[in-house]
């Protein structure tokens, strides 16, 4: 049977232009502006659709780049979508799972992480001793970190070893009383919900004498301001509009002063 899945992925391609790749996989593109590549959740296998509200209120000012085919992006994809768009960066916008390896390209300028989750790496020492140890990537471009809280603090939280150090020049920020689904539009966050997996956001709690049944209780108010945050930060980020910027920094080499030199002439400052 023809699911609604179905008809909405083929829209969604009848809509935005394509191109191929060298590898063979479909680039969508849409907006206007800078290049962006977009990174869904599940190492990018889920759809784009799921985060439409999003993806419009970035599009007037970045074009948001994606791989179609659903498969999970890797270094090599980023390197293969620079030389098709025949642009020397790009920026990268993520959320949830993605591989570390990622951000290890050159090709990239500047990358946003929403809720960033990567697998662990496995130590065998001996065979009765097995450690689990959190992913560390070091990058060469400012990195920024939006967190929802709800994810990191709370009933249903993520494991400490799926939660990545990223090192370099990183700015991070803990967004409240919102959950890790709450980024997807409305529809596709209660079905998250609904599933129990992770947390979301609640409204606010009223006095007893002054409760009354409201069934939404404000949520998608919550989600629609929180996705209108991460939108606005994440163009002023990337457009470098933004007005003071105070980033965490860790200076490893001449290769990190020499992008703290950028990014000071950027307006940007450094705790």
Not at 140 to 149: D, H
Not at 191 to 204: D, H, I, R
Request: overall charge negative; some cysteine.
């Amino acid at each position: 049977m023809f699911s609604i899945v179905n008809f909405l992925i083929l829209g969604f391609q009848l809509f935005n232009p394509s191109v191929k790749l060298s590898s063979g996989k479909d680039l969508s593109l849409v907006g206007s502006g800078p290049p962006v590549i977009f990174s869904s959740g599940l190492f990018n296998t889920m759809p784009r659709f799921l985060y439409n509200d999003l993806v419009n209120k970035l599009k007037h000012n970045v074009t948001i780049v994606t791989i179609t085919d659903f498969s999970p992006l890797s270094k090599s994809d980023i390197n293969d979508i620079a030389n098709t768009l025949n642009v020397n960066q790009v920026s990268y916008i993520s959320h949830s799972s993605f591989k570390p390896e990622v951000l290890e390209s050159d090709k990239i300028n500047k990358a946003i992480l929403i809720d960033p989750i990567c697998l662990p790496q496995v130590n065998v020492g001996t065979f009765s001793q097995i450690d689990v140890d959190h992913v560390n990537i070091d990058v060469k471009f400012p990195v920024m970190i939006f967190k929802a809280e709800k994810l990191y603090k709370g009933l249903k939280t993520l494991p400490e070893w799926q939660d990545p150090e990223i090192n370099g020049i990183v700015y991070s920020e803990v967004v409240e009383n919102v959950g890790h689904p709450d980024l997807l539009d409305d529809v596709w966050a209660d079905v998250a919900k609904s599933l129990g997996f992770w947390e979301t956001a609640q409204g606010e709690k009223m006095d007893f004498k002054d409760w009354k049944f409201i069934k939404n209780n404000n949520v998608k108010d919550i989600r629609k301001n929180y996705r209108d945050y991460v939108a606005e930060k994440s163009l002023d980020f990337i457009n470098n509009h933004c007005n003071i910027l105070v980033v965490s920094e860790i200076v490893n080499d001449d290769d990190d002063k020499k992008y703290m030199d950028e990014l000071e002439s950027e307006n940007i400052e450094f705790e």
